[in-house]
C-alpha cells in the first residue's frame, strides 16, 4: 500500500526528471499542497471523495505548471545545482505558505471507505485496496499515453534530444509545462487517495519527497520500472525493517538500503548512463 | 612593504573591525547573533570546499556538524574530558566517518551523491534522536560545560565564560579555517579539486586521481564542520539531534550560494548577511520564510554567482567604464 503510493509520487517525479533533467525537489511539498487541497475541497466546499480527488488533480496541475514557469525555466540552461536550489527555495515557499495560511496542525480527511475487505485470508481496509487498485490504473494509463498518443510522443522527443525535437517543430516551452502537469497532477491524486489514512499537515511532504528522490534514484534517475519497482522495494524494506526489527529505525533500514545499493551500483538499479553533473 | 599594504589594506581594514566588535555591540543578543554567525562561517567555508572549489554538493555536511557537536557533548558531559581534547578527537571521529562513508558514497555523481549523503544525514539525525542511551535521544544533551580555561603561567587563565572570550575564541577558529583554506585553495591541490569541478573526465585524462581527491575534499571538510560543531555544542550548553539536521545543511548551502560560490570571502560574508537580514525581516513572522524562499529563487536565477559575483560584476564594469573615458 505504502509502496504504491511512493510509486505514484516517485513516478512523477523520475518523470520530470527523465525529461527535463530538473531534480524537482519540491515534488513532496507539491503532495502536501495536494493533500491540502483536497481537505479543503471536502470539508469546506462540499465536494464528495471523487470529485475533490480530480479537482485536486486540476489544481495542482495548474500549480506545477506555474512552478516550472516561475523556478525553473529561466534555469533551463544553467547547471543542475542551481536548479536544485531553485527547488529548495519554492519548497520553503510552499511549506512556510501552507504553515501561515492553515497553521501547523494536522488535519483529517473522512475517510469515505472505512469498511474492511476480507479476502483469501487476507484483511485490509477498502480505502488501502483502493489505493493500490488506483496506482495501477495510474501507472498502466501513463504508460500508454507516452507511448501511444501523439502528445506521448513529443514528450519522449524532448526527453532524447532538445534541440532535435525544437528543428522538428516541438514547442518545448509547451512540453515542459505539460510534463510538470502530469508530475503534479499525480502527485495531486497520491495525495488525495492516502490522506483519508494518514494525518495531513505542512511537514508531510519533506520526508516523502526526500522518500521520493531515494526511490527514483534506487531504480535510475528517469526510468519509469525502476520508479514503479523502486517503490515497491521501499516499501517493504520499512514495513518488514519496522515490523520486525525496530519500529523506530524503519527509515534508517530505508536511508542504509539507498546507500549500499548505491555503493554496488552508482547509478541505481535501471540507470543507464552516468550523469556529468 | 608599502605595496604590500596597497593591495592588502581592505582586509587589514576588515580585521582590524573584527578584532574591535566586542567593543561596539549594541547588546547581547545581537552579540550572540554575531559570535554563531562566525560559528557557521566557518561550517560555511568547508562547505564551500567540498560544493564550491570540488563542485560536490554533500546534503550530509550539516550530519558532520552535528557529529561534531555530540561528540564534544558526550566526551565532555558523560566521560568528562577536557573540552581541548574533546574537541580534535570529535573532528577526528567526524573525519574518520567521513572517510568511511566517502568511500562508497563517492563512487556516485550528481544528483546521486547529493541523494545518498541526504540519506547518510538523515540516518545521522534517526540514530542520534533513538540511541538514547548515548545521545539523550530527542531530548538530547544538556549542561554542556563552556571550554575549560586555558592556564597561561604567570598570568592567570584565560576563561570562556563571557561573550567576548567566547568571540575571541571562534574568531581565532575562523581565521585558522580561513588561512587553512586558503593554502588549500591556492595549492596544487586546490587546483586539483578544481579540476575535477570543471570536468572530472578532463581532470583523469591528465592524471588526476579522482576517488582520491575527492576523498580528500570531503574528508578536510567534514573535519572542519565537526569543529565547528563541537565549538557550537560547547558555546550554546545543550544540543538535540536537530543540530545535525537537513536545515542546518540547507542554511551552510544558503550562505555559501548568497555569498558566491567558490570563493573565500562568499561563505564568511553569507553567514553574515543572512542571520543579519532575518534579523530585520522579525516583523515579516509567518511569512518570513516565504520571503526567504522567494528570495534563494530570485538570487539563483539573477545572480548565480551571489553576493561575492555581484560585488566583481560590478567593479569589472566601474573599471571597464574607467578605461573607456
Known sequence: ??????????????????????????????????????????????????????????????????????????????????????????????????????????????NPYPGVIDAFGITMTQQRLLVIVVAVVLIVLLQLFIKKTTMGSTIEAVAQNQEGAMLVGINVNWVSSMTFAISTALAGVAACLVAPIFMISPSMGSMLGMKAFVIVILGGL????????????????????????????????????????????????FGKEVQGR | MSAWLK???????????????????????????????????????????????????????GAFFGIGAYGVAILTQTLGWSFWLALPISALVSAFFGLIVGVPALRTKGSYFAIATMCLGEIVVLVAGNWIDLTGGHNGIVGIAPPNPIPIPGIGAISF??????????????????????????????????????????????????????LLSFVVANFIVAMAGGI???????????????????????????????????????????????????????????FFGVLLVVVIIYFPRGLMGAIKNMQAKIKSKRMGA
Not at chain 1, 58 to 85: C, D, K, M, Q, T
Request: include cysteine.
Open chain 2, 7 to 61: 593591495e592588502k589594506w581592505f582586509y587589514l581594514l576588515i580585521l582590524a573591525i573584527a578584532l574591535v566588535v566586542p567593543f561596539f555591540v549594541p547588546n547581547r543578543y545581537f552579540f550572540q547573533i554575531i559570535i554563531i554567525s562566525c560559528l557557521f562561517a566557518i561550517g560555511a567555508l568547508s562547505f564551500g570546499l567540498i560544493l564550491g572549489y570540488t563542485g560536490q554538493a554533500s546534503l550530509a555536511h
Open chain 2, 161 to 214: 565564560e563571557t561573550q567576548t572570550s567566547q568571540y575571541y575564541l571562534v574568531l581565532v577558529f575562523l581565521l585558522l579555517t580561513l588561512f587553512a583554506m586558503h593554502r588549500v585553495v591556492y595549492s596544487l591541490q586546490g587546483l586539483r579539486f578544481m579540476a575535477i569541478r570543471n570536468n572530472e573526465v578532463l581532470a583523469e585524462a591528465v592524471g588526476i586521481n579522482a576517488a582520491n581527491t575527492k
Open chain 1, 222 to 269: 528517469g526510468s519509469v520500472p525502476g520508479a514503479i519497482l523502486g517503490g515497491m522495494i521501499l516499501g517493504l524494506i520499512e514495513a518488514l525493517g519496522g515490523g520486525y526489527l525496530s519500529a523506530a529505525y524503519k527509515d534508517v533500514f530505508a536511508f542504509g538500503a539507498l546507500v549500499l545499493i548505491l555503493a554496488f551500483k552508482p547509478t541505481g538499479l
Open chain 1, 1 to 110: 500500500m505504502l509502496g504504491s503510493t511512493y510509486a505514484i509520487v516517485a513516478l512523477g517525479l523520475t518523470l520530470v526528471y527523465g525529461i527535463l533533467q530538473i531534480p524537482n525537489f519540491a515534488h513532496g511539498h507539491m503532495y502536501m499542497v495536494g493533500a491540502y487541497i483536497s481537505f479543503f475541497l471536502i470539508t469546506v466546499y462540499g465536494f464528495g471523495y471523487w470529485p475533490a480527488l480530480a479537482m485536486s488533480a486540476v489544481l495542482l496541475a495548474g500549480a506545477g505548471v506555474i512552478l516550472e514557469w516561475l523556478a525553473y525555466r529561466p534555469l533551463r540552461h544553467e547547471p543542475h545545482i542551481n536548479s536544485f536550489i531553485s527547488a529548495l527555495g519554492a519548497l520553503f515557499v510552499l511549506e512556510n505558505g501552507v504553515i501561515a495560511l492553515w497553521g501547523p496542525q494536522g488535519q483529517r480527511i473522512p
Open chain 2, 232 to 290: 557550537y555544542a560547547s558555546l550554546i550548553g545543550s544540543i538535540s539531534p536537530s543540530v545535525a539536521s537537513l536545515k542546518i545543511t540547507f542554511d551552510f548551502l544558503l550562505f555559501v550560494l548568497l555569498g558566491g560560490m567558490a570563493t573565500l570571502a562568499g561563505p564568511i560574508l553569507g553567514s553574515f548577511a543572512l542571520p543579519v537580514l532575518m534579523e530585520y525581516l522579525q516583523f515579516l513572522q509567518d511569512y518570513q520564510m516565504i
